[in-house]
Each structure stands twice: as structure tokens, then as C-alpha cells.
């Protein structure tokens, strides 16, 4: 395959294939293909509307064999695989199973094809031909102009401009906004008429803090190019004015987007917050959630890694056109994603950033500017590019509960039934579940990033926020668990009991079940805030519990092994628990002590098995043993027949 290097050494694959060793720069399969299309899209033989098979590649070794000899088609195929299938089942079974056919198949009511491996759909390409092709007499669909450029600027806006109006005047669930003014905007629309701007202190302009205030917000990535930021330094020349120019790419763009959407304000966090000011920083970052949930429309950069790129014209290799060559015809068929297919498959750079998840779902309105295409979102309808969103995927899906999230607050109060309170606690561990897998440029930012979120809970249920978890849903919420072995960061983020001190974008599990009996008491729970956001940083916490813990001694598997398993009890000659989240390259005496807190047992699935339940519980390290202060190692699972509780007792103890 074709491969460049990056400088951090990661070999990337090209949008071009290799040099090709066949003379068309098609395989055989692939030379056949538009001729095949043809013949069958104006055959007579069969009714309009029926499906027809074209017999490809046998096997993914064979398609691939094709793409390293220079085959443009089959090496484009080969990059939807990567693009849609990288590290699941799927690509195992393509790539290492039985061999597996491919098959190109058309339906003679509509000019599309759709390639499938098996049963499984791989990807589907609009056909259309250019209007002063041959086959034009063949009534195959031409391109508009926007199929056959990239996504011209012009079209670009007047789609976000409709569809902001649309929902402006017929949707009155959208309308419902918290009404706030940030402490600073981006003024786009000088008395001038300038093409420049001027960054806004509305505590001196005299904008009062209950004016209904329309201004968009925008989401983007940071990267690693350092941009324009307001610093101690900066803040009064921006306030005198900003030139145009001097923006990078993403900022120009989400300029132009606020003015063409009819707004005079925009918030830019690099702008409206003053990075060197270490006040500044505690007390917006604090009010982010009111920003986010105050602006009539959020501005998503998610084709844009950085702030050089800019997201109005940008596109991927997915979204280019195949060719292919009609020989009997004289002429060249022409192949692109579908729309539907590019919803599908839709993906951007902010997805992965952990900030971006609190702002979206804040957002009465996004607009997502993306490598496949433009996405509109609000809480009422959906649009990719042209067209309503019909299709649905566990994208769609996610966002869809996002969305709804604030509102579903709406509907709480701390004087609600305990089972609605439940709900939303269930919803938070999905919340948390989904951002642990998020990324991070400052591991710190880790409640920051969510406590607009956090707010919104506190704000319904009264609950007390304790770095990431809910009084209320103690002692369920401890039963977070790790993905990865390496999970614990070496800067402190939160006690040793929160999720949040898991490093940077290590992803976390609930393993919860509505049988569990709890038989862990918490008697008092608090943190020690870093500032004076009450869902922000913390620099301590405590957890008291009351529950059976019994001593536990640490073993091996094997000698040359990193990874421990834990013996519960007295009894070493009962199985050790393999520790999953735990690796350890020391020597095991000297480790602290370790103890088992158990947490709940759950009833065994069976009746006949009645008697073997399983424990859950922590695996606690023992800190100070006058004031039984322990930490937190891991959750773990046994059964009822492989832990020793002989001379167990109820203890209160703290975990830190």
C-alpha cells in the first residue's frame, strides 16, 4: 500500500495509489465494471427495478493484491475499509476469516452501486455522468455544482443560514434558552462596516446581564499550532480591535459563519478568556456551561485538527469521485459516497475532544462542519448536507441523548420520586461512560471540562457533586472499572475513589446490575475545591464507609509475570483473583497491605445455583493503620467459594 511518515513516525496511508503495473490503472474486475453498469442500466431484459450481481474480488488478499499493483478502484475500497471497519470484528474477519466475496450490485431504478462483502454493505456510490459526456443519452444523472467542486463557499453558508431561520421561527422547543451574557464577545459587526472585529467587555459596555443576548458559540480543536489568544498583554489592544487577517483559518470561518447566520456576536473561549490569567480561567471556566446553554447556535470546527486548517471547504478522499471507463460507450462514469453513505460514516476531530461533549449537549442548536459534509442538529430536527436525517447509527444515537440531556433536567427536582433520580444518575454513568474516552491536552481539565454538565444535575436533583460523582448514587458510583491496566495518572486529579483520577482519555465501565444488594454504608463523603467552582479542580477527598473488610495477600501468576492476583482471606490455598486493572513491577512485600472491602453481592442467575453468589467490592490499600485511611486499587468480583471471610468484621474506615 501506499504509506507516507509523519514526524511523530506514524505511517499514514495516502488518498493516491501506487504506481500502477496495469495499463488503465485498473484491474481487470475494475475495467469491466462501467461497461457491466451500462449494460444492465439499459437493459430491457428484466423489470425496472430489478437488482443485479457483478462478481468482484474473492477474497480482501486479492482486493488487496489488486489496490498494491495500482488499481485507483480497488485501492479506494480498501480505504473505506479502513475508514469504516479499523480495529473491530468486522476488519478481523475480512482480513484474517474464510475468504469472503466481494460484489458490486445495481438496481436498475437508481443509478447507485453498492458494493458488499457478504451480506455486510461496504459502501454505496452515487453514478452520474458529466453533461457533455456521451452517455448522457442514457438519462444517468449529472452533477450538480456542488457534486462536481468542492462544497463552494457561498452554498455552504446559505444552507447554515436556512436552516438556523428554520428553526428560529417553527421550532419553539429550541427557542427555550438560558438567558446569559459572557463576561466578553467577539463583536463581528463594527459601525465601520470593516471586515475586522473588536473583542467585547459587556460589563463596560452596558449590556444588561437580563437581555435576551443572540450570539453563537464555537467549538474547534486547539492542536498543536499556537493561535491567537488573549492574554494580560493583549486584552486591551483586542478591546480597541481586532484585524481580520490576523486570525487563523478556523477563527476567519467561524466569522464569516456568525455574519451570514445574521449574528452580531460570537464567543471564542481563546479569546474571550485571558489564558494567562489564572483568576480569569477559574471564574469563566466556571460559567461555561452558561455560555454554552445561552447561545442561540453552536459553531462545530470538527473538519479542522487545528487552527490552520479552517472547516468551510474542507473534504476527504471518501468524498472524491471513482472513475470508471465505459469502453463500448465512449464514455466515463463517474462515482462518489452517497449521502446516505457519508452520514454513515460521518466523523470529526472534535469528536474525540473531551471539552466538545459538554458544549454540544448544552447547545440548543449546532452546526457541524465536517470532512463529509455539514451537519445540522437542534432538538427537533436533523440535516445532513440537503437532507433530512433518516438513517440512524450509534452516532446519531449518542447526540440524540445528549441533546436531550438538559432537558430531561427540566423535568427533575430535588423533591422528585427516588426512582426519577435514579434515571438521571443512570444517565450520568452513560455521560461519564462516553467522555472517559475523550481526549485531554491538559489532564487538569478533567472536571473543568464537564462541570456545565455537573451544574445542570446539581441544579435538579440538589445532590452534592463530589469530584465527578453524586452523593445520591453512592455507593453504586464506585463500581467504575478500567479498560486499561495503565490507568492511574501520577498528577492528582481527584481521590482515588472517582473515576476522575484515571489519566487522560483511559476509558471506564460501569458493570452495574439492578440486582445488586449493597451491603457497603456510606456515613460522610467531601472534597476540597481548588477555586471556587463547585463542579471544577480538587486538591483532597474523603469517602467514610462502614462495611466487611477482610485482609488479602498479593501473589503471582508467574515469576517473570507483571500482573498480581489477590488472595482474600486467611486460606492462601484457596485461588488467587487474577487483578486485571492492576500491573506492578516491584517486589510484592513491598506493597502496603492490601484489604477487600466488599460492596455488594449479587443473587446467582439460576435458582439451583441459590448459594453462589458473587462479591463485589474494593481492593483497598492500606495507608495509615491507626486512622484506617486507606486508597483505592481496583473492583473487583469473586465468588462466594473463593474468598475466606473467617475473622472478617464491620469496620468504618476512609479511603482517600
Known amino acids: 500500500m501506499n504509506t507516507i511518515n509523519d514526524p511523530s513516525g506514524t505511517v499514514l496511508r495516502t488518498p493516491f495509489p501506487p504506481l500502477s503495473s496495469y495499463s488503465s490503472g485498473l484491474c481487470h474486475l475494475c475495467s469491466a465494471l462501467g ?255 452558561s455560555v454554552y446553554s445561552g447561545g442561540v447556535i453552536n459553531i462545530a470546527a470538527d473538519a479542522a485538527e487545528d487552527g490552520d486548517q479552517g472547516f468551510l471547504s474542507k473534504r476527504t478522499p471518501s468524498c472524491f469521485p471513482y472513475t470508471l471507463p465505459c469502453k463500448q460507450s465512449r464514455g466515463m462514469l463517474h462515482m462518489k459516497a452517497s449521502q446516505r453513505q457519508r452520514w454513515m460514516e460521518y466523523s470529526g476531530n472534535l469528536r474525540r475532544r473531551a471539552w466538545v461533549l459538554q458544549e454540544y449537549a448544552l447547545s440548543a442548536c449546532s452546526i457541524r462542519y465536517g470532512m463529509n459534509g455539514i451537519i445540522w442538529e437542534c432538538r427537533c430536527e436533523s440535516y445532513f448536507d440537503s437532507e433530512v436525517i433518516f438513517e440512524e447509527n450509534r452516532f446519531r444515537r449518542e447526540n440524540r441523548a445528549l441533546k436531550n440531556f438538559p432537558q430531561q433536567m427540566d423535568t427533575v427536582s430535588p423533591s422528585s420520586p427516588a426512582s426519577k433520580i435514579s434515571e438521571v444518575m443512570a444517565v450520568w454513568r452513560k455521560i461519564v461512560t462516553e467522555y ?78 439492578s440486582a445488586a444488594q449493597f451491603t457497603v454504608k456510606v456515613l460522610d463523603a467531601g472534597v476540597t475545591l481548588v477555586g471556587d467552582n463547585l463542579f471544577g479542580r480538587v486538591s483532597d477527598g474523603f469517602l467514610k464507609l462502614e462495611g466487611l473488610v477482610q485482609r488479602g495477600a498479593f501473589q503471582r501468576p508467574s515469576p517473570d509475570s507483571r500482573a498480581l492476583s489477590v488472595v482474600i482471606g486467611q486460606n492462601e490455598r484457596r485461588r488467587g483473583l487474577f487483578l486485571r486493572s492492576v500491573q506492578y513491577d516491584g517486589e510484592i512485600a513491598a506493597l502496603p497491605p492490601v484489604w477487600y472491602l466488599q460492596v455488594c453481592i449479587m443473587p446467582p442467575l439460576m435458582q439451583r445455583d441459590r448459594d453462589d453468589y458473587s462479591l463485589y467490592g474494593l481492593l483497598i490499600l492500606e495507608e495509615d493503620r491507626r486512622e484506617k485511611i486507606f486508597r483505592r486499587l481496583g473492583y473487583e468480583s469473586f465468588g462466594m467459594c473463593d474468598a475466606d471471610w473467617d475473622g472478617a468484621e464491620r469496620q468504618v474506615i476512609i479511603i482517600k
Open 35 to 289: 461497461d457491466w453498469f451500462i449494460s444492465n442500466w439499459t437493459s430491457t431484459a428484466q423489470p425496472r427495478g430489478y437488482s443485479y450481481t457483478y462478481k468482484h474480488h474473492l477474497s480482501w488478499d486479492a482486493l488487496s493484491e489488486s489496490a498494491s499493483k495500482g488499481c485507483s478502484f480497488c485501492y479506494r475500497l480498501t480505504l473505506e475499509a479502513e475508514e469504516r471497519f479499523t480495529g473491530g470484528t468486522i476488519t478481523h474477519k475480512i482480513k484474517y476469516g474464510k475468504p469472503t466475496a466481494f460484489t458490486a450490485e445495481m438496481d436498475g431504478e437508481s443509478a447507485k452501486v453498492l458494493v458488499r462483502c457478504d451480506k455486510m454493505e461496504w459502501c454505496v456510490l452515487d453514478v452520474y455522468v458529466l453533461p457533455n459526456d456521451p452517455m448522457v443519452q442514457y438519462q444517468i444523472p449529472t452533477p450538480s455544482q456542488d457534486d462536481t467542486f468542492d462544497s463552494a463557499l457561498a452554498s455552504t453558508l446559505a444552507s447554515g443560514r436556512r436552516w438556523f431561520k428554520e428553526c428560529a421561527t417553527a421550532h419553539a422547543e429550541c427557542r427555550i434558552r438560558n438567558r446569559f451574557v459572557p463576561t466578553r464577545l467577539i463583536d463581528v459587526r463594527l459601525p465601520d462596516g470593516s471586515e475586522n472585529l473588536k473583542l467585547l467587555d459587556t460589563r463596560q459596555s452596558g449590556i444588561s446581564d437580563d437581555v435576551e443576548l443572540e450570539y453563537a458559540t464555537l467549538s474547534h480543536c486547539w492542536g498543536q499550532t499556537m493561535h491567537i489568544v488573549t492574554e494580560t498583554t493583549t486584552l486591551k489592544k483586542y478591546e480597541a480591535g481586532i484585524a481580520f487577517s490576523e486570525l487563523n483559518r478556523t477563527f476567519q470561518d467561524a466569522v464569516l459563519v456568525t455574519r451570514a447566520l445574521g449574528l452580531r456576536y460570537v464567543w471564542i473561549d481563546s479569546l474571550c478568556i485571558v489564558q494567562d490569567s489564572p483568576s480569569d480561567w477559574q471564574r469563566e471556566s466556571s460559567l461555561m456551561g
Open 436 to 513: 472517559s474516552k475523550k481526549e485531554l491536552t491538559f489532564e487538569l481539565d478533567v472536571l473543568p471540562a464537564l462541570s456545565g454538565l455537573a451544574s445542570l444535575v446539581h441544579t435538579a436533583t440538589g445532590a452534592q457533586y463530589l469530584a465527578g460523582i453524586w452523593s445520591c448514587d453512592l455507593p453504586a458510583a464506585l463500581q467504575w472499572v478500567p479498560e486499561s491496566p495503565d490507568w492511574r495518572s501520577i498528577t492528582y486529579l481527584a481521590p482515588t475513589w472517582s473515576w476522575a483520577t484515571c489519566k487522560k482519555s483511559c476509558p471506564i465501565i460501569y458493570p452495574l446490575s
